[in-house]
């Protein structure tokens, strides 16, 4: 069967440019925290993120990227939201 080839998020024309920081961020984080466990978390039937990995996911600000800055977030879009979780 023939497949189409997905999107990737980081290449749409909307993303402004606090979008695409918090994605690359994202990516960073997720590199850094999630892909290098992901295998032992997987066969220790680990129930979700480790408590020091959420921490340092809300320090980062990905934990908040699309709440409006008014009200202490990072203000990025939705589209953003789409592409951190992605990552």
């Keep these: 069967r023939h497949m189409k080839a997905r999107a990737d998020i980081r290449d749409h024309r909307r993303l402004s440019d606090v979008d695409r920081d918090f994605i690359a961020r994202a990516e960073l984080f997720a590199a850094e925290h999630i892909r290098p466990n992901a295998a032992k978390w997987e066969r220790e039937r680990q129930p ?3 408590r020091e ?3 340092a996911w ?5 934990l908040n990227a699309c709440v409006p800055k008014s009200l202490g977030g990072g203000g990025a ?3 953003a939201k789409i ?3 992605e990552v």
């Design 48 to 50: 979700g993120l480790p």
């Design 53 to 55: 990995v959420v921490a």
């Design 58 to 62: 809300a320090d980062s600000g990905l």
């Design 77 to 79: 879009s939705f589209l």
């Design 83 to 85: 592409g951190i979780v």
